[in-house]
Nanobody
């Protein structure tokens, strides 16, 4: 069992920055992937970014490329999402996810554990 706890988020202005963090505890496997997804009411959970723990390989959704950066702190079992140049359309609940595989995927159904979510609201 893996527990994920997100922190960060809140209300930001367009053009601003913020950082989300997700701490993993429990029994993470040696080879795994962590990712961020986001969801707005009435819509499917959408892929934002992923990082492979073994080598730090990263992958981003098209809407956040060049603005968001995912990174990991292996000593703390924590993943971060640095969000720059925020836009109102970035407003969503952001979820941290864990997959017991080094194969990255944008499909939320392939992820095994989820955090509780944290709200990010960007005002224009």
């Amino acid at each position: 069992q893996v527990q994920l706890v997100e922190s960060g988020g809140g209300l930001m202005q367009a053009g601003g920055s913020t950082r989300l963090s997700c701490a993993a505890s429990g029994r993470p496997f040696s080879g795994y992937t962590m990712a961020w997804f986001r969801q707005t009411p009435g819509k499917e959970r959408a892929f934002v970014a992923a990082i492979r723990w073994t080598d730090g390989f990263t992958y981003y959704g098209d809407s956040v490329k060049g603005r968001f950066t995912i990174s990991r702190d292996s000593a703390q079992n924590t993943v971060h999402l640095q969000m720059n140049s925020l836009k109102p359309e970035d407003t969503a609940v952001y979820y941290c996810a864990y997959r017991s595989s080094i194969l990255t995927t944008v499909d939320p159904l392939r992820y095994d554990y989820w955090g509780q979510g944290t709200q990010v609201t960007v005002s224009s």
